[in-house]
């Protein structure tokens, strides 16, 4: 009875090991989720980004008012429906494809051949600085466009680069 | 009462080390999470890469490619001669406007007698589709060049749907189009190398291959006889593989 320090106070120090197991256990369930439900958004911006360029590259060619087209109806609407938003680019490469190996140069550019983003949807313009750190999917697929300039008869090289993010 | 309390901290230990197993699991079924998805995307951005170039091969005027190696060089060894301003790029600047890769690839093959590669209609007639189609595959190919992928491009008679077996390709007379040089891919020692298909060979070598095709009839020119084999319906077929060869 000398050590006896009531039925509380006997088991005092196994509530510590337990606690932490406790901790250990939700703290890792929470991670774990937190993991996962980041891996699905990224699957998923990247299905949408497959999707928007399988629009804008149904034909292996096109010219720049037909992009413009596709972009500013089907693939804002493609993109809202998927809970998206993009920027996507046509890019003429008529004398060699200058592929950018640095992602972010893709990102938000410009192109004289024409360009369209989810700005009107959801209430851009957009910092695309900013957008570069929301782990964007950027991909590039070659099309045919009309070759050297824009009202070209003849169609040469191109890039069509979309870039999607949450 | 000794006892119990040292019973009781055994057990509070017990289920720290139980609970500690149970989180490396999870960490380890986190880490796995989502592989064979991210193995599916990629390979679906391949194939859509690669049907947007064989879709842009219809398309591309080979008038446009003539500035294909003014630009990028084309210095590694397998783009060999593409340079050559008889033989290379700069050599498709003196056909029509409204000549696509693929046309002259067709005239290229519609040879009277054999059908063949060669850069010729006939035997005399330069006809330089598979120069064509080398320029286009080195500029359009370039992302997944420059990430260690080899492609191999060629037209082939079909037999059946498979990848292996699938038909006898159409004889290549010098250069291939590809940008691989292993020697087991180009049939290099093969018993026929001009009928090797890279595409068979390269999933024989062990690659993990993946493969677009399209159909694509052609219709050889009458032979000195005036006879024709009539229309041929081929097969287009685009192949890529993740390659180690320049490392």
Known sequence: MRAFV???????????????????????LAYGAGVVDEKNAYFNTRKATLGIAYILTQKGTITPMEFQSLCNTQATEYARSKGVKFHA???PQCDGIEFEEEFKESIGFESDYGWCDSSDETGGPYDYAEVEGKNPAVMTYPIAVPCPDENSYTKGLGLVVVTVWR | MALKAQAAIF????FLLLTTFSASLIFVAVTDYGQQEDAVLRSAHTLNYMQSFMKSVYYVNVQTLSQVCAKNACDQEYYEDLESVDE?????SGYLGSISVTDLLKRDLSDPDAMALDDYYGVEVPAKGKTALRCAAKEMM???????YKYYIEVVNPKSTQLYENGDPMR?????????????????????PELTSGCEE??????????????????PAKNAAGESEGERQLIFRVCIWPSNENA
């Open chain 1, 6 to 28: 009531g039925p509380l106070g006997d088991d005092f120090p196994s509530i510590f090991p337990i606690i932490a197991g406790i901790l250990l256990f939700l703290g890792t």
């Open chain 1, 89 to 91: 680019a046509l890019v």
């Open chain 2, 11 to 14: 057990d509070g230990i017990t």
């Open chain 2, 88 to 92: 290379g790029c700069p050599s498709l």
């Open chain 2, 142 to 148: 370039k992302p997944f060049s420059t990430a260690g």
């Open chain 2, 172 to 192: 290549v007379i010098g250069l291939k189009v590809t940008n691989s040089q292993d020697e087991a891919v180009l049939g290099t020692n093969a018993p026929n």
């Open chain 2, 202 to 219: 390269a999933v024989l070598a062990g690659y993990k291959v993946l493969s677009i095709s399209s159909p694509f009839r052609v219709t």
